[in-house]
């Protein structure tokens, strides 16, 4: 748990913390899964498997668990399912209808006190502008980083450091905001406070034993946090 003062920058992961994007992503999963010849999964079940990048949440839904690798599932089979998906979800992955309440003014607060913004999420780069596009949140940010642009996902601390040096700013002046495990462990192995939230998608975890330097139930609690430390 690190000590909490005014950030340069605030990092944000997308899924679960700035939108509710469940709905969407259990569509293209269905889609994936009926394409390949296996049963759709229920909501319930979709979420669980929410919080790695989409290549393992398509493994997890072809497996049935998600305690898996991307190596325990056939190669050719999730290759087919993975093209499924993206063609799916790509058709349908707009947020602006489940963009969690607050977001925008907290982001639009924080961005008039200077504090430079981004996302940093384990979703494929190529699918953020058109995930956060139409609803104009992309707009709120400076920078935004996806999976494949470097090698390292979140919990390793490469693709924090890597934003916030593309940004000029000294990563220990930094936040990392989250809804899973991999937001609040980034932030710990990065050495910059880790705020968790709890409404998004973190299958029950204790955010205090994982080093979250704050947990938070409403997104606008943010906003709430700097004026306390004012």
């Not at 269905?30 to 049963?39: D, F, M, R, S």
């Not at 006190?113 to 709120?140: M, Q, W, Y």
Request: aromatic share 8%; hydrophobic share 45%.
């Amino acid at each position: 748990m690190h000590e909490l003062r005014v950030p340069q920058l605030i990092m944000f992961d997308l899924d679960g913390t700035l939108a509710d994007t469940a709905c969407q992503l259990g569509h293209a999963v269905n889609e994936a899964l009926k394409a390949v010849g296996y049963p759709v999964i229920s909501m319930e079940r979709l979420r669980s498997y929410i919080g790695n990048g989409a290549a393992l949440l398509v493994a997890r839904a072809l497996a049935g668990r998600r305690d898996i690798a991307l190596t325990d599932v056939d190669e050719k089979l999730l290759s087919d399912a993975r093209n499924v998906f993206n063609e799916a979800y790509l058709s349908c992955c707009d947020c602006k209808d489940c963009i969690y309440p607050g977001v925008f003014t907290t982001l639009s607060s924080l961005k008039s006190l200077g504090i430079k913004l981004a996302v940093v999420t384990n979703k494929p780069h190529r699918f953020i502008e058109p995930v956060l596009a139409p609803s104009g949140l992309l707009d709120c940010f400076d920078y935004w980083l996806g999976s494949e642009i470097i090698s390292e996902k979140k919990p390793d601390p490469a693709p924090l450091n890597y934003v916030a040096s593309m940004l000029n700013v000294n990563v220990y002046d930094s936040w990392m905001v989250g809804d899973s495990i991999n937001d609040v462990e980034a932030a710990v192995n990065t050495g910059i406070p880790g705020i968790a939230v709890t409404f998004g998608y973190n299958q029950g975890i204790d955010f205090r034993k994982a080093g979250a330097s704050r947990i938070i139930d409403r997104f606008s609690d943010i906003s709430e946090i700097i004026r306390e430390l004012k």
